[in-house]
């Protein structure tokens, strides 16, 4: 039974996809999931500030949901990955490993110390002496680059597998596999293409999908292209979805076509290979339908997958798009050592150690009981002796408790006085603007609950003052400066007197506050009007009448009766 439970998480430029598996009884089941869709940021694949919006998304899945304590594996983006099958004698361990080094650098076009390789034994031909092996590798900068981008967000990793493989190890699982059989899963960035042969595995991805239909809709209906992704999934209704449905048929056309002229690619470069059926795998709800132009198009039967059918769902209905899980799914199957390809193209340190597994608990117990053992036999052959320095050790211990007394209550009373109230007073400093334009907007509330003019506050300032009688600023004496004004254009006296007598009355009961005053006022004649010189405001959007008033505020100790 697997210690663990475990998630598959697949990153795309448009999406992360995550499912939890675990092991219930003696089987495999998803017991949560998660899908988070950024497609409507990404206008152009290509941008680098895409990843911006992955990261956020990583972000926003490690918030959602508790990853501690599960294994993680992540999908890779297999663009420039590939795999080669070779044959090498019947030996082990490190003697077969030295020759798969050499017959990787006879077919991989890159230094072995720049990638990621391993290896899986297909099969074992004793009569013949041979072993047919499939060889994968990837360049580590791409490995490397997602984990750095993981590390940025703080997204615990275990390991990570190329996203063919990840719907390899899936389709396997579901007995959804045959021989001939292409499997195509089409995604808004990527075509990942399958194909099984006898024990062989080809794969590739395609660096496109049915991004190009948010472009065909902006043109269509006039729209950004989140708005166009909101039509496409059905968010914003249209009066004419003719353009819409165009849309999808041209995209499902185009994207026919690219699975057909790699099915085509593999049934004549490949020997003895002839396609009998494609699997399709839609890899999101958006993901145009393609059955009947990709049979078209081919000639071959298509199947579409909806649902999973061996793998138990323990949940009513995880997602109305079943199948855009699968990559996840494969994913957890490889954490959770249920995968029928668990290649390592990773570093070999990227595991974590998780606290609480059983085998170190039952060690640390082990452990733990025979050294309390040990120091028990210790202790009572030596409890004589600590018997007869008891005495000493209580005097000596209630001279050591008074020397630390005076020395904690003369530590503590410089710690005050040099670190403490230093920090007091600059904080009373700090207080006092927040009192001030704290107790000001409070003023205006309560001003206007009964009044027939309302005040509107444009701005609001507060500006460090001279104090009257030492002749020095403190930052504990604030001018607050206002700009109050009133939509009622009529009563320009009622709104002075609603300022001098609601707003100033309140305020004077403060002993805080005094030197009220108020300044002149203005009117703005049309929207684009600018106040007058001397009051800084924001552009007046409305007709409104406008006042400048100033007090000051003082927070000072000195001050009495402030309430």
């Not at 697949?10 to 988070?36: M, N, P």
């Not at 990853?67 to 077969?96: H, K, M, W, Y």
């Not at 600590?386 to 009373?413: C, H, P, W, Y």
């Not at 049309?526 to 009051?535: E, F, L, Q, V």
Request: proline share 4%.
């Amino acid at each position: 039974m697997a210690e663990f439970p475990a998630w598959g998480i697949h990153v795309s430029t448009a999406s992360i996809r995550g499912v939890k598996i675990e092991e219930i009884g003696d089987e495999l089941q998803v017991v949560a999931h998660d899908q988070i869709e950024f497609i409507e940021d990404i206008e152009d694949l290509t941008s680098l500030e895409n990843a911006g919006a992955m990261l956020h998304a990583l972000a926003v899945f490690a918030k959602r949901h508790d990853l501690t304590r599960c294994r993680v594996f992540v999908s890779i983006d297999s663009a420039t990955a590939f795999n080669r099958f070779v044959t090498a004698p019947v030996v082990q361990g490190e003697e077969l490993m030295r020759i798969l080094a050499y017959e990787g650098q006879q077919h991989i076009p890159f230094d072995l110390q720049t990638v990621f390789w391993d290896h899986k034994v297909l099969d074992v031909r004793q009569e013949e002496g041979e072993v047919d092996v499939l060889l994968f590798a990837i360049k580590k900068e791409v490995v490397e680059e997602r984990l750095r981008r993981l590390e940025k967000v703080r997204f615990p990793v275990d390991g990570a597998q190329l996203s063919p493989v990840a719907l390899y190890n899936l389709v396997v699982a579901e007995r959804l596999i045959g021989e001939g059989q292409l499997v195509a899963s089409v995604d808004c960035d990527r075509i990942d293409l399958l194909l099984c042969h006898g024990k062989k595995l080809w794969f590739r991805t395609l660096p496109t999908g049915f991004h190009p239909m948010f472009a065909a809709i902006c043109q269509s209906y006039g729209v950004h292209h989140r708005q166009a992704v909101k039509i496409a999934n059905g968010e914003v209704r249209v009066d004419d979805d003719k353009p819409l449905r165009r849309a999808r048929r041209d995209e499902a056309q185009r994207l026919s076509k690219e699975v057909g002229r790699m099915a085509s690619y593999f049934g004549g470069a490949i020997e003895g290979v002839t396609l009998k059926s494609i699997l399709l795998v839609p890899g999101s709800k958006l993901t145009p339908p393609m059955e009947k132009l990709l049979a078209q198009e081919t000639g071959l039967e298509v199947n579409v997958m909806k649902s999973f059918r061996h793998l138990p769902v323990a949940m009513p209905e995880i997602s109305p798009n079943l199948a855009g899980l699968a990559h996840s799914a494969g994913l957890a199957m490889q954490a959770m050592g249920r995968s029928d390809i668990d290649i390592k193209l990773y570093p070999p340190d990227l595991e974590r150690i998780i606290a609480g597994r059983r085998v170190f608990y039952v060690l640390s117990v082990l452990v733990c009981f025979i050294t309390v053992a040990a120091m028990w036999m210790m202790l009572d052959s030596a409890w004589s002796e600590v018997s007869t320095e008891e005495s000493d050790l209580t005097e000596i211990v209630a001279e050591m408790d008074g020397f630390k007394k005076d020395f904690d209550s003369q530590r503590n009373e410089r710690h005050y006085k040099d670190e403490i109230l230093p920090f007091y007073d600059a904080g009373q400093d700090r207080v006092a603007v927040a009192e001030g334009l704290s107790a000001v907007l409070s003023a205006i509330a309560a001003s206007n609950e009964k009044a027939a003019v309302k005040l509107v506050m444009a701005r609001l300032e507060s500006k460090v003052t001279v104090d009257p009688e030492s002749g020095e600023t403190s930052q504990s004496r604030r001018l607050i400066e206002m700009v109050l004004g009133s939509e009622d254009l009529e009563n320009r006296a009622a709104i002075a007197k609603q300022i001098e007598e609601g707003l100033f009355g309140i305020l004077a009961k403060d002993a805080r506050f005094s030197a009220f005053q108020i300044g002149e006022s203005f009117l703005s004649e049309h929207p684009s009007a600018k106040p007058t010189p001397g009051i800084e405001t924001r552009t007046l959007r409305r007709r409104f009448i406008m006042f400048k008033a100033n007090l000051v505020f003082d927070f000072s100790e000195n001050v009495e009766g402030a309430q």
